[in-house]
């Protein structure tokens, strides 16, 4: 144990840091204990208070404690210093929500900002801490090692938690979860006790009591998350143009140190309480319990797993028998969106955006276009058949309790144009940036963010800033008033959010019996609020959760789409709400697929975070989780880059060879429009002309990639799809006859089509291409061009 004059230095040194950070930090979440300038009131609840009343208070005593027990060298120091931010971490999120395992996992998002401070203080204590003692105690008997650390393996897959559900675990790799299969569950178990052992031998030759086995746990996690990293590189190949496998190191990592620093104390107990046998000469129950944790470590790798698959299984089926849809309604059917009748839909359309209440930047230029039938007529004239229709809440209810009649018969008009061309629409509550306030004339900025535009979302009412800054930070999406109004609305604060769920059950009951209507998407790219993942994982899913019950209360069967928070839109992977949110199984999963398009990596000049190819293996891989289709809600806006129509064009093969809907950025954009900026044209794929607020000519360029032909509907399940232009090869399978298959083929000239396996081939010509339809049963396939 070392003198006071090192833990009076740590402590020093950790309290400057956390000091400096905070005057430094313009947005509250860079650093370790952030302010934003919001003044936080009593009447939220403990949450505003918990980074100073709980995080604090943890943080400090906790590195006491390590620099007192730890503090002699400085690597035991370091490793002491991030298990102390850990905890607080995961002793603040939990007195926020009261929920042990989203609030120990969550610990491991500090991990970036955990480790720098922890190399920082324990350098300070190394220099000016004064002298210490290296001393080092007898290895001991390998049982006090061994034991503690098969023991931890054991009872690892029964408080995995929310460990190790990213997508950044991918098939293959060593995880011990139940739902992963006994070979994954044994391998990462053996991985565990392997590494907790020889860290477990490394640390109690340096350190004495509790303390070693849990530092020992925590960099043995840490570990093990290193060669889950390893493992998952060789499984997603590599660096493939991007740099996803850094990512998944550090995702990795992160998970490794938050289960070692939540649970690791259990190392450290099981090490103590074995030094204290083994110095009663008692051996042989060492080894019977050796024993006893060696045959549970195999019963718990094979069993549990099968446990928890039959559960799942039975479960979801219970929750399916509950949401049965009516016919003639769309569906989720395990990975697919169906019609009920037997056959796969492609959802492939655009964003319609004319119904959105912007901010106005300048007062005599529209910040949207008007939304008329020709819209529609032109959008199913592209062989598109479904539109996201963005919608405002502010427009919707701007008093609370009250929806807006004139808005909703907006939307109604919008429904029966879609309904008279064919159409599908799915209604989006749009949002950009929480609300359409800008800075506040006489704001000061703190330096690192500038003055903001107001963009769209929620009303006033509902919009609730603690009189933090609206100021932005590299971007509309990191603010300090939006984030504290969004940490408002998952906190509930003055039935915030569950207002919102009671407005979509609201507008779900007025079209509960259209069919048109394919589905409700909850809310687009949901902000991070204050405490990720704390919001963006389990309170995102509690408000999901919350809509889709007054959505079905409505009586409303359609498919609700989900939607990660906006850093899937930023970095091309998120965490999201966990797999269990909900038990409703008509839902569909829709990220926004913008990979090398409005990812921080295209304004950084770095290489993609995520590569274009393996965003959608990502998507896909999250859509499995839940068991539901992925149906990209936005994608595209690659803005003036040069090679725009080559990008695009990858995208759509890609797209094809995932056999995937999903609906484009933006069918308009008024030139008044915030997210337009103010330029010569209003972008879009009708392009409007700012001089004259007239029409320009439209993207022909784009449109020739995406009105490309693909089947609107097939037989069965789609098993191959590749298209370009009019020419189009697709197959698919269905075990039962059906005569869904509807296939788009653009052009005026009338396509030859090819096919085997399908009967009653017919040909139709439509405004701006052909429909060709038939009969399947079994395998099928049909080539055009």
Request: charged share 20%; with cysteine; glycine share 12%.
């Amino acid at each position: 144990m070392t003198s006071l004059r090192r833990p009076i230095v740590t402590l020093s040194a950790l309290g400057m840091l956390v000091a400096i950070q905070a005057v430094l930090d313009p947005t509250g979440l860079l650093a370790l204990v952030g302010w934003s300038g919001a003044q936080p009131g009593l009447a939220a609840g403990i949450w505003p208070f918990a980074p100073y009343a709980v995080f604090v208070p943890v943080l400090l005593g906790t590195a006491w404690w390590v620099a007192r027990r730890a503090g002699d060298r400085y690597w035991t120091l370091v490793a002491g210093l991030v298990l102390a931010i850990l905890l607080a971490q995961a002793a603040a999120c939990l007195v926020m929500t009261w929920d042990l395992a989203h609030s120990a996992w969550a610990a491991g998002y500090v991990t970036a900002k955990a480790v720098p401070a922890a190399l920082v203080v324990a350098a300070f204590a190394r220099w000016f801490g004064g002298p210490s003692t290296r001393d080092l105690r007898e290895p001991g008997s390998p049982w006090a090692v061994w034991l503690p650390a098969g023991m931890f393996a054991v009872v690892t897959p029964f408080i995995a938690g929310m460990w190790w559900t990213s997508a950044a675990f991918a098939p293959g790799v060593p995880v011990a979860r139940p739902d992963r299969g006994a070979v994954a569950v044994l391998v990462a178990m053996l991985l565990i006790a392997g590494l907790t052992a020889l860290c477990l031998r490394w640390m109690r030759r340096r350190i004495v009591g509790v303390l070693g086995g849990w530092l020992a746990a925590l960099v043995a996690g840490g570990a093990a998350g290193v060669v889950q990293a390893v493992v998952a590189a060789i499984v997603d190949g590599g660096f493939r143009g991007d740099l996803w496998p850094l990512m998944t190191l550090y995702i990795a990592i992160a998970d490794g140190l938050s289960f070692g620093a939540c649970v690791g104390w259990l190392v450290g107990v099981g090490a103590v309480a074995a030094e204290r046998v083994l110095a009663g000469r008692s051996v042989r129950v060492l080894r019977i319990a050796g024993a006893t944790t060696a045959v549970a470590a195999v019963l718990v790798a094979v069993g549990l797993p099968v446990v928890g698959s039959a559960s799942a299984s039975a479960s979801s089926a219970e929750a399916r028998a509950e949401a049965s849809v009516p016919e003639g309604f769309l569906r989720a059917d395990g990975r697919v969106i169906t019609d009920g009748r037997g056959n796969q839909v492609l959802l492939r359309g655009v964003n319609v955006n004319q119904l959105v209440d912007f901010y106005r930047p300048q007062a005599v230029v529209d910040d949207t276009r008007p939304l008329t039938e020709e819209d529609f007529a032109g959008i199913a004239a592209q062989g598109f058949d479904v539109v996201r229709l963005n919608l405002s809440w502010s427009a919707l209810e701007p008093a609370r309790g009250e929806l807006a009649a004139a808005y909703l018969e907006q939307i109604d008009d919008a429904v029966d144009w879609a309904k008279a061309h064919d159409v599908y629409v799915v209604l989006d509550m749009h949002q950009d940036s929480w609300f359409k306030g800008a800075t506040e004339e006489g704001t000061a900025c703190r330096a690192g963010t500038d003055p903001m535009w107001g963009y769209d979302g929620a009303p006033a009412w509902a919009t609730i800033t603690d009189g933090a800054p609206r100021c932005q930070f590299q971007g509309r999406d990191i603010s300090p008033a939006g984030d504290r109004a969004f940490q408002h609305f998952y906190f509930d604060t003055d039935g915030v959010r569950s207002a919102l769920a009671d407005t979509w059950g609201r507008l779900a009951e007025r079209y509960r019996d259209e069919p048109v209507v394919a589905g409700f998407d909850l809310m687009n790219e949901p902000g991070f609020g204050e405490t990720a993942p704390i919001t963006t994982s389990y309170l995102l899913g509690r408000f999901y959760d919350d809509a889709i019950r007054e959505i079905r209360a409505a009586g409303a069967p359609q498919i609700v789409f989900i939607e990660p928070s906006i850093l899937w839109s930023g970095l091309g992977f998120d965490s999201g709400p966990p797999a269990d949110f909900t038990a409703d199984r008509n839902i569909a999963f829709s990220p926004h697929l913008y990979a090398e398009s409005l990812t921080m990596d295209r304004s950084l000049g770095i290489p993609p975070i995520v590569g274009m190819e393996r965003q959608f293996d990502l998507a896909e891989r999250v859509a499995d989780a839940y068991d539901a289709p992925l149906w990209s809600g936005e994608y595209g806006y690659w803005g003036d880059q040069a090679d725009v129509d080559a990008r695009l064009a990858r995208y759509a093969v890609i797209e094809d060879e995932h056999r995937l809907g999903s609906a484009y950025w933006v069918w308009k954009q008024a030139c008044g429009d915030p997210q337009n900026g103010i330029g010569p044209t209003g972008n879009g794929l009708m392009v409007q002309n700012c001089e004259s607020g007239g029409d320009a000519p439209p993207r022909d360029d784009l449109l020739q990639i995406l009105s490309r032909a693909y089947p609107r509907s097939a037989p069965g399940a789609l098993t191959a799809l590749s298209a370009d232009g009019a020419t189009i090869e697709l197959a698919g399978t269905t075990e039962a006859r059906s005569c869904g298959l509807e296939v788009w083929l653009p052009g005026d000239a009338e396509p030859e089509v090819t096919v085997a396996g399908i009967t009653d081939l017919e040909l139709g010509e439509v405004t701006g291409g052909w429909i060709a339809t038939g009969c399947a049963d079994g395998e099928y396939s049909l080539s055009a061009g």
